[in-house]
């Protein structure tokens, strides 16, 4: 019975979050049978809508709650930074996927706490409501994402979306402050991509200058200073450096 509750409020909740039409707490969570037949009311052609409405949350849910997290700073600065070493597919992309999405478990702690705390468990416990616990469980993922907003684009989706100014932010919808945390972690991530490809560029240039002093005009200069950008990620403890400072860059 729990089980069934705890999906029904993660079903809920990322449909709130996702800014859907449908008043998700009003919504009646049908049986589902397997099977084709005449329907005798309106009543189960909208039991259909409503499954299918459901089922297409659940396969967006992922999605959704990828772009409202760290994930996609932590995965595009990874991403970054091996095309700065220049090692192709080394480390692969279900490693960087994989430690992109731990980092994020670990900096969404956290929110994730206190949504379980204070809107999940009690919601399990039948203390509260659904709606109760939907606008109890929005208020960390809305300051969590507002930390790391930027004012300008949060203006820009207010002012797009022809919404009035509020007067505090907790009144901002998620409809606005998802769109703009999303671009704020994308202008985030690509100066730190950007910091981070410089070292590598001047290795670079210096190899190349070299090589062609030389005369090696032939010789490709990145098979020879792959070794060297190697080497000086290591001996500055490269990995330790940048995971630790993305994940100091949300506190």
Known sequence: ??????????????????????????????????????????????????????????????????????FSRFVIVLSFLRQAMGTQQTPPTQVLIGLALFLTIFVMNPIFTEVNQKALQPYLNEEISQTEAFDIAQGPIKSFMLRQTREKDLALFLRVSGSEMPETLEEVGLHVIVPAFVISELKTAFQIGFLIYIPFLILDMVVASILLSMGMMMLPPVLISLPFKLMLFVMVDGWHLTVGSLVKSFS
């Not at 979050?17 to 329907?39: C, K, N, R």
Request: net charge negative.
């Open 1 to 70: 019975m729990k089980l069934t509750r705890v999906l029904i409020f993660l079903t809920m909740l990322v449909s709130v979050l996702a800014g859907s039409f449908v008043d998700a707490w009003a919504l009646q969570i049908p049986t589902l049978q397997v099977g084709m037949e005449d329907a005798d009311s309106p009543e189960q052609i909208s039991s259909a809508l409503q499954v299918l409405f459901l089922l297409t949350i659940l396969t967006l849910a992922p999605s959704i709650l990828v772009m409202m997290t760290s």
